[in-house]
């Protein structure tokens, strides 16, 4: 008797490893490769001086971005507080480089440290509050945390400044756009993978289950709010990392930057790029940074016309109009973000030609 032989027809997964795969097949790892090559081997020698700093600009903030998306996507903890912390971070290195001659490979993890504790202490609200009321505490961080780096003129040198020193990794002098080139995208690509593979862990499973439902996750048997404060301490310290690379990269930091439109800026690039997705918080980082490039682009364009006439001083309002714009535009049209576009796009190329 014919022995039939029974072929599966979807894709099942029969052990724990192929779960925790970050890539299912072997064409998404030969173009993950490819794609590293090219980036390190080319992009640093064709893009011009300006491409290059907005390409290194895109590294800086999607390390943010990721953090806050495993805070917001993942936890379902929103945090008004994201461009305060940034700046938290930015502030740890540039002391620590100049008062105790840290080196870049120390001040970098230690201002992530610095930036996680200060963010653990934001989030203990976290165990009484949620939703808008959270919100609003965050917000009350961002506020305090700006009033610090203004008026703690012993440290931070007030609205003076911090200029940091030229910075070295293990003897190798890291100057212009392409040095930091090298440095910002292999952190990046570090973070990244961190962050991917945190989600597939006990803590990253806690973390959804919180957002989805905190009561039924605590019926679980998840301690609610020290996950809840992890969650803090992580996207803190990524914000924090990114801004140790920021103060680094601009050479000279002052606390302007670190303000209310930053914070709103990253909840943008979450929302836009899609909650609750790695690539997602990448995407809205690319997108919110070239949309930044293009209005100032734009602005000083129309005002050198004198397009604006008197009215040119009343033009800075227009990026926070275009930003909100665009989440509304996004919220309506396409909930999930450039990531679900993505998602979209990739498997109607890998059915092509066929419409299903």
Request: aromatic fraction near 16%; hydrophobic fraction near 55%.
């Given at each position: 008797?014919?022995?039939?032989?029974?072929?599966?027809?979807?894709?099942?997964?029969?052990?724990?490893?192929?779960?925790?795969?970050?890539?299912?097949?072997?064409?998404?790892?030969l173009?993950?490769?490819?794609?590293?090559?090219a980036?390190?081997?080319?992009?640093?020698?064709v893009?011009?001086?300006?491409t290059?700093?907005?390409?290194?600009?895109?590294g800086?903030?999607?390390?943010?971005?990721?953090?806050?998306?495993?805070?917001?996507?993942?936890?379902?903890?929103?945090?008004?507080?994201?461009?305060?912390?940034?700046?938290?971070g930015?502030?740890?290195?540039?002391?620590?480089?100049?008062?105790?001659?840290?080196?870049?490979?120390?001040?970098?993890?230690?201002?992530g440290?610095i930036?996680a504790?200060?963010?653990?202490?934001?989030?203990?609200?976290?165990?009484?509050?949620?939703g808008?009321?959270?919100?609003?505490?965050?917000?009350a961080?961002?506020?305090?945390?700006?009033?610090v780096l203004?008026?703690?003129?012993?440290?931070?040198?007030?609205?003076?400044?911090?200029?940091?020193?030229?910075?070295?990794?293990?003897?190798?002098?890291?100057?212009?756009d392409?040095?930091?080139?090298?440095?910002?995208?292999?952190?990046f690509?570090?973070?990244?993978?961190?962050?991917v593979?945190?989600?597939?862990?006990?803590?990253?499973?806690?973390?959804?289950?919180?957002?989805?439902?905190?009561r039924?996750?605590?019926?679980?048997?998840?301690?609610?709010?020290?996950?809840?404060?992890?969650s803090f301490?992580?996207?803190s310290?990524?914000?924090?990392?990114?801004?140790?690379?920021?103060a680094?990269y601009?050479?000279?930091?002052?606390?302007?930057?670190?303000?209310?439109?930053?914070?709103?800026e990253?909840?943008?690039?979450?929302?836009?790029?899609?909650?609750?997705?790695?690539?997602?918080?990448?995407f809205?980082?690319?997108?919110?940074?070239?949309?930044?490039?293009?209005l100032?682009?734009?602005?000083d364009?129309?005002?050198?016309?004198?397009?604006?006439?008197?009215?040119?001083?009343n033009?800075?309002?227009?990026?926070?109009?275009?930003?909100?714009?665009?989440?509304?535009?996004?919220?309506?049209?396409?909930?999930?973000?450039?990531?679900?576009?993505?998602r979209?796009?990739?498997?109607?190329?890998?059915?092509?030609?066929?419409?299903?």
């Open positions: 008797m014919k022995k039939l032989r029974f072929h599966p027809c979807g894709n099942f997964r029969e052990r724990y490893e192929q779960e925790l795969t970050v890539f299912e097949t072997d064409f998404g790892r173009w993950t490769t490819l794609g590293i090559v980036l390190f081997a080319l992009v640093p020698f893009a011009s001086p300006y290059l700093y907005v390409i290194n600009t895109i800086i903030v999607a390390i943010a971005a990721v953090g806050l998306n495993i805070l917001i996507g993942y936890t379902g903890q929103i945090s008004l507080g994201h461009g305060a912390f940034f700046g938290v930015a502030y740890g290195a540039a002391v620590l480089a100049t008062r105790w001659d840290w080196p870049l490979a120390a001040a970098v993890p230690a201002a440290l930036t504790l200060v963010g653990m202490v934001f989030g203990l609200p976290s165990s009484r509050l949620k808008l009321y959270l919100t609003i505490a965050t917000l961080g961002q506020f305090i945390i700006e009033y203004v008026h703690w003129d012993t440290v931070t040198m007030g609205t003076m400044g911090i200029t940091l020193p030229p910075p070295s990794l293990w003897g190798w002098e890291i100057r212009g392409v040095g930091f080139f090298y440095l910002i995208f292999p952190v690509i570090l973070m990244l993978w961190m962050a593979n945190l989600m597939r862990t006990k803590y990253g499973r806690a973390f959804v289950a919180i957002r989805d439902n905190d039924a996750a605590e019926g679980m048997g998840i301690a609610i709010f020290p996950y809840k404060l992890l301490a992580i996207s310290f990524y914000a924090g990392v990114a801004g140790a690379l920021f680094y601009t050479v000279s930091i002052t606390t302007e930057p670190f303000n209310l439109a930053l914070s709103v990253y909840i943008a690039m979450v929302i836009i790029g899609g909650m609750g997705n790695m690539a997602g918080a990448v809205g980082a690319v997108f919110i940074t070239v949309l930044n490039e293009i100032r682009w734009g602005t364009m129309m005002m050198n016309m004198g397009i604006f006439g008197s009215m040119g001083l033009m800075a309002p227009l990026r926070e109009f275009v930003f909100g714009l665009a989440i509304v535009i996004f919220i309506i049209f396409e909930p999930r973000g450039l990531a679900e576009v993505w979209i796009w990739r498997s109607s190329f890998r059915l092509w030609p066929f419409s299903y």
